[in-house]
T-cell receptor, first 114, second 113 residues
């Protein structure tokens, strides 16, 4: 069965510092990978996705993520965070073999400190 | 419409009452999903529709939960005899194709008192 692990429930970081939010998944087949962001009192917004091809994926708001098949990871990074990046971040995975459901991690709360 | 619309945005109900939550997906999106978001527990998959049929109902927590979709568009999630543990944010999402990612609505915050 699919599972997604976000090891860090909360990540505080100072403004303009780099950040990495970790995501690991379990699957024995090819996968699609996603990161979503949820700002306070809003729905989830797609940040970026990996389907195939280059393992380094760039998304909106300066975020990027790298797919590492051997480590079954899809960590999210940003070289310099802003106050406006304070939000909840969710990693999600779907089997790329025709499954039609996304499995989500429990989320990581990123708090950017001025 | 331009996005996924959910109504109501907030619902407070008494324990034991039935509630209906509505989701209006993006026009043309054939896939529709319901998730439940509880504090500190991430997103819990409830049910998925392809057109009007629900190939996967495995996430519905109990037989008090049901959902339907008509005309390949609007979906309603019904919770009968609500319990306090049903309190959560219920999120709906739609997709034209899974590998494009979902588009989520803003959710319905359900509070059972």
């Amino acid at each position: 069965a699919q599972s997604v692990t976000q090891l860090d429930s909360q990540v505080p970081v100072f403004e303009e510092a780099p950040v990495e939010l970790r995501c690991n998944y379990s699957s024995s087949v090819s996968v699609y990978l996603f990161w979503y962001v949820q700002y306070p009192n809003q729905g989830l917004q797609l940040l970026l996705k990996y389907l195939s091809g280059s393992t380094l994926v760039k998304g909106i708001n300066g975020f990027e993520a790298e797919f590492n098949k051997s480590q079954t990871s899809f960590h999210l990074r940003k070289p310099s965070v802003h106050i406006s990046d304070t939000a909840e971040y969710f990693c999600a995975v779907s089997e790329g073999t025709g499954a039609n459901n996304l499995f989500f991690g429990t989320g990581t709360r990123l708090t950017v400190i001025p | 419409g331009a996005g996924v619309s959910q109504s109501p945005s907030n619902k407070v109900t008494e324990k034991g009452k039935d509630v209906e939550l509505r989701c209006d997906p993006i026009s043309g999106h054939t896939a529709l999903y319901w998730y439940r978001q509880s504090l500190g527990q991430g997103l819990e998959f409830l049910i998925y529709f392809q057109g009007n049929s629900a190939p996967d109902k495995s996430g519905l927590p109990s037989d008090r939960f049901s959902a339907e979709r008509t005309g390949g568009s609007v979906s309603t999630l019904t919770i009968q005899r609500t319990q306090q543990e049903d309190s959560a944010v219920y999120l709906c999402a739609s997709a034209a194709q899974l590998n494009y990612g979902y588009t989520f609505g803003s959710g319905t915050r359900l509070t059972v008192v």
